[in-house]
């Protein structure tokens, strides 16, 4: 009747495939404490690490919830808690995380009646309250795991895509808050026919290298050439921090999901670490403050 969950941050977009493509961190992210109760509906009873609104219609856990309630048979409710590690507006999907956690456990207590398809449309719910827009692509991963790919919104169609053995991510969280939603209001609504060219090779050539287990052609395809050059503006030092991280052997390096964090991959564990000092040492020259995550993705 309770379950205690592990409900992971993750990295949006991964420069080449905004909003489509997504994966899932190891070891960073929340934990939520689930459990039923005889009245009807959600309860938000404790929210512990951060400042977050406890009424139900107000919390995304809250929102994703009653989600899945309204298409459910329940005779009863549920009430939730959440130990929040990841920060919201840090870029590692804060909101996906309360989102996707809330309806995996809701629906392991129901008996599984929806499958993890269903349960990405719910917890969307949460982002659109969360951002002004349902968008999967941290709650696809959150909620299937490794490398997702929404291949379609309408309908909703989501791949679950090969992870490759070796693949770590590093992550550094400059500390200031970008809301995603003013990280929304400052993209153009059109792209050049020449840019879109060469973004939906690097989304090809990105599956394949996660496929196929090609580092090398996973490093030639994180590029972004749409978002990137827009949203870096938001992020101090973006162009050292990705400099640095390159040059100590990561894949490549872009911004997480709508920043300011900014992740990179590599192949093995080592390189990982290496690549979050070198990342380090790039805001330590200028005086910012910062979070470092190395996790196997
Ligand atoms: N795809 C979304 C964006 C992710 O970049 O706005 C937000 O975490």
Known sequence: NELKIFTPATIANVSCGFDVLGLALDNVGD????????????IISKIEGQDLPLETHKNVAGVAGLALLA?????HGFEIEIIKRIKPGSGIGSSAASSAGAVWAINELLGKPFNTSDLVRFAM???RLATGVAHAD??????????TLVRSYEPLDIISVNT???LYATVIHPQIEVKTSDAREILRTTVQLKDAIKQWGNVGGLISGLYTEDYDLIGRSLQDHIIEPIRSILIPAFDSVKKNSIKAGALGCGISGSGPSIFALSKGEETALN??????????????????HVSKV
């Open 71 to 75: 298409e459910a048979e329940a005779t």
């Open 31 to 42: 934990e939520m404490i689930i459990r039923k109760i005889p009245e009807n509906g959600i």
């Open 138 to 147: 941290n709650v696809a991963p959150a909620l299937f795991g490794g490398f």
């Open 164 to 166: 490759p053995s070796e």
């Open 275 to 292: 690549v979050g000092e070198a990342m380090k040492a790039a805001y330590n020259k200028v005086g910012i403050k910062y979070d470092v």
């Open 125 to 127: 719910e949460g982002e």
